[in-house]
Nanobody
Framework: QVQLAESGGGSVRAGGSLKLACTAS????????MAWFRQAPGGGREAVAV???????NYADSVKGRFTISKDNTKNTLTLQMNALKPEDSAMYYC?????????????????????WGQGTQVTVSS
């Protein structure tokens, strides 16, 4: 079992930046996939950034070039640097871990594939 806890959310103006952090209760180095998801009110949970155990990353088209996912194994921390934020980025952001992904296309993995989730952190971007 691993517990995940997000932090770093808040309210910013469009064009601003936020850095989210996800701290794990123990090492997640054997996790095949770590990811950041977001869910806006009335919407589904969508993956915005994924990182595999080799350090390869992939991003949703909507955030590509603006968001960066990274991992510090010494601190058991996953981060999401978000720059040039837009109002449409407003959502609850969750980190998740998948120890046995059902597809090699990690960005397409459904939320149900991830066995471990944090409680979420709210990001609000005003115009």
């Amino acid at each position: 079992q691993v517990q995940l806890a997000e932090s770093g959310g808040g309210s910013v103006r469009a064009g601003g930046s936020l850095k989210l952090a996800c701290t794990a209760s123990r090492s997640t180095t054997i996790s095949k996939c770590m990811a950041w998801f977001r869910q806006a009110p009335g919407g589904g949970r969508e993956a915005v950034a994924v990182l595999d155990m080799d350090g390869s990353t992939n991003y949703a088209d909507s955030v590509k070039g603006r968001f960066t996912i990274s991992k510090d194994n010494t601190k058991n921390t996953l981060t999401l640097q978000m720059n040039a934020l837009k109002p449409e980025d407003s959502a609850m952001y969750y980190c998740a871990a998948d120890y046995a992904p059902t597809s090699d296309d990690l960005l397409s993995l459904p939320a149900i594939d991830f066995g471990y989730w944090g409680q979420g952190t709210q990001v609000t971007v005003s115009s």
